[in-house]
């Protein structure tokens, strides 16, 4: 199993920027991806965005598209998410994802290894 260790979680006003990143130890198929979710208070977790590993091509949900990225660094295992334009709707702790053999589901079942999270607080 990957072990997965996030970073640069914190408290931003709405408007700026913020930069998560992701570090991966262990091994990540060629079928796999790496992803960012999110649960807010007393919400479900939900697929921000995701890389396949091969290849590179990247899904977003709608909520995403348009201000947030997701550069990877497959020499290093790492996996960022780069928040743009962010809103006090994006105020969640932000978790990393593994999937081994990834289909675009894009849902938390799809994913095999997941990191400890790290709150993202955004205030107006």
């Known amino acids: 199993q990957v072990q997965l260790r996030e970073s640069g979680g914190g408290l931003v006003q709405a408007g700026s920027s913020l930069r998560l990143s992701c570090a991966a130890s262990?091994?990540?198929?060629?079928?796999?991806?790496m992803g960012w979710f999110r649960q807010a208070p007393g919400g479900e977790r939900q697929f921000v965005a995701g890389?396949?590993?091969?290849?590179?091509?990247?899904h977003y949900a709608d909520s995403a598209k348009g201000r947030f990225t997701i550069p990877r660094d497959n020499a290093q295992n790492t996996v960022d998410l780069q928040m743009d334009s962010r809103s006090p709707g994006d105020t969640a702790v932000y978790y990393c994802?593994?999937?081994?053999?990834?289909?675009?589901?894009?849902?938390?079942?799809?994913?095999?290894?997941w990191g400890q999270g790290t709150q993202v607080t955004v205030s107006s």
């Open positions: 994802a593994v999937a081994t053999y990834y289909g675009g589901r894009n849902s938390a079942d799809e994913f095999d290894s």
């Open positions: 890389i396949r590993w091969t290849g590179g091509g990247t």
């Open positions: 262990g091994h990540i198929f060629s079928t796999g991806a």
